[in-house]
C-alpha cells in the first residue's frame, strides 16, 4: 500500500516540484496540498501561478488546497509531509507536524544545523538518519525532522564525497552561478537581472560552508563531528532560469591525477541497487569542453544528476572542475523525496 503525503507551501516553485514528483510516485500517494491562507478553500489550479516547464498533473488541479494545520482532517492519514516552507514558516510549523506524529521532509533551513536533526543527503551520509532517534528523544515527537540541504551545497558535497574518500580533502574553494529559480518567484518571471550578475545572495555562502561541513561529518556517539577541511564559497546570482552551475577547486591530502578523480566521480553510485524512484546515477560526467551548461544538461537523469565536466589540473589547488545541477529539483524537491524514499526502504 502507498504511503499517504502531503505538501507545505505547495503552491510555490519548491512546492510545484514537489508535486511534479510526487503526482505519480510508485511508493507515496499525494492527497494534501497545505499553504496560505490565502489559497486556502481553492482548487489547486486555481491557487497556483504554475509556473514549471511541464504540465500541472491532472490529479493535482482539483484537489482543494487546505491550510498548514497539522489538526486539518486533510492531514489525519498522511504520514509523511514534504515542506517547501519558507524558513521563518518552517521554524513554526515544522514542529507541529512533528508533534503530531508525521515525518516531516524539509527542504528549509531552519533546522538543518541542529545538532539533532539529521542533514542528509543519502548517497554521502544515510546513516545520520540514526540522529532521529534522538532528536524524538528529546524533544518528545512521535514523528520527525528531516533535512536536506541548500541547492548549492548539494552540488558541491556530491562532487566531493567520491574525492575525499579515496584522496582526503585539505582546501576547497567554490564560485558559484546560480539560476534565478533559486530566488523564488520574484527572479523569474521579471528576470530582472537579464544583461547583468549580482555577486551577492544572502547566507548562501555560510550555508555552503557550515552545511558542507556537518554533510562530510561522521556520526560518532550521537554526535556528528564536522569535517576538517576547510571550504570557501564566493555566490553570484546569474540570468538563467534553472540550473546552478559551480566552479570547484580542491586540493587533496594525497596526490591525484584530474583522471583518477573522474574515475572516482565516474564510480560513485553507492545507491543503484536500491531501486529508489527518484534516485538517478549521482555524478554524470561531460567530456566536452564547453560543458555543463544549463540548458543542455540539468535534466539529465530526470535533474537528479550532478553534471560534471572540464576537469583538469590546477596550479594552486590539485584539480578543478565544473558542476551542474538542476537547482530545484536535485537541489530541492528531488533531494527531499530521495530522502523518504531512502528513509522507507530502510527503516519502515
Ligand atoms: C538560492 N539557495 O539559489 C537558494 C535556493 N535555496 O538562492
Same mark, same amino acid.
Given at each position: ?39 486556502a ?17 491532472e ?7 487546505t ?16 515542506s ?12 507541529e507536524?512533528? $508533534?503530531? +506524529? /508525521?515525518?516531516v =521532509?524539509? *527542504? ?8 539533532? !536533526? %539529521? ?100 556520526? $560518532?556517539? +550521537? /554526535?556528528?563531528? =564536522?569535517? *576538517? ?8 546570482? !546569474? %540570468? ?48 566536452e ?15 537528479m ?9 590546477d596550479p ?19 533531494a ?13
Open positions: 500500500m502507498k504511503i499517504k503525503v502531503g505538501v507545505l507551501g505547495a503552491t510555490g516553485m519548491v512546492g510545484q516540484r514537489f508535486i511534479q514528483f510526487l503526482a505519480e510516485h510508485p511508493m507515496f500517494e499525494l492527497t494534501t496540498l497545505a499553504a496560505s491562507e490565502r489559497s478553500g481553492k482548487k489547486y489550479s486555481e491557487a497556483t501561478n504554475w509556473y514549471l516547464d511541464v504540465e500541472m498533473p490529479k493535482v488541479r482539483d484537489l482543494i488546497v491550510t498548514t494545520d497539522p489538526k486539518n482532517k486533510e492531514f489525519e492519514d498522511v504520514d509523511i509531509v514534504f517547501a516552507l519558507p524558513s521563518d514558516l518552517a521554524k513554526k510549523l515544522e514542529p507536524f512533528a $508533534k503530531e +506524529g /508525521k515525518l =521532509f524539509s *527542504n528549509a533551513s531552519a533546522y538543518r544545523m541542529e545538532e539533532d !536533526v %539529521p542533514l542528509v543527503i543519502p548517497e554521502v551520509n544515510a546513516d545520520h538518519l540514526e540522529l532521529i532517534e534522538i532528536q524524538r528523544k528529546k524533544r518528545g515527537w512521535d514523528g520527525a525532522i528531516i533535512t536536506n540541504p541548500n541547492c548549492s551545497t548539494i552540488c558541491a558535497v556530491i562532487t566531493l564525497k567520491p574525492i575525499m574518500d579515496k584522496f582526503g580533502l585539505e582546501s576547497v574553494f567554490i564560485a558559484t552561478l546560480q539560476a534565478v529559480s533559486g530566488a523564488g518567484y520574484n527572479g523569474v518571471p521579471s528576470m530582472a537581472i537579464l544583461d547583468n550578475l549580482i555577486p551577492y545572495i544572502k547566507n548562501e555562502e555560510e550555508k555552503m560552508q557550515t552545511e558542507s561541513l556537518k554533510l562530510l561529518g561522521t556520526l $560518532k556517539d +550521537g /554526535k556528528v563531528e =564536522f569535517a *576538517n577541511f576547510k571550504l570557501s564559497a564566493s555566490c553570484n546570482r !546569474v %540570468p538563467v532560469i534553472d540550473g546552478h552551475t559551480e566552479c570547484i577547486f580542491v586540493k587533496t591530502k594525497e596526490e591525484a591525477e584530474p583522471e583518477e578523480i573522474k574515475e572516482a566521480m565516474d564510480k560513485f553510485d553507492p545507491l543503484k541497487d536500491l531501486n529508489l524512484p527518484t534516485y538517478a546515477k549521482p555524478i554524470v560526467i561531460k567530456e569542453s564547453d560543458r555543463p551548461q544549463p540548458r543542455l544538461d540539468r535534466n539529465i537523469g530526470n535533474g544528476s550532478i553534471v560534471v565536466g572540464r576537469i583538469r589540473k594552486i589547488f590539485t584539480v578543478k572542475y565544473v558542476a551542474l545541477e538542476h537547482n530545484t529539483i536535485r537541489g530541492a524537491a528531488g527531499s523525496i530521495l530522502n523518504a524514499e531512502y528513509f522507507v526502504k530502510k527503516y519502515l
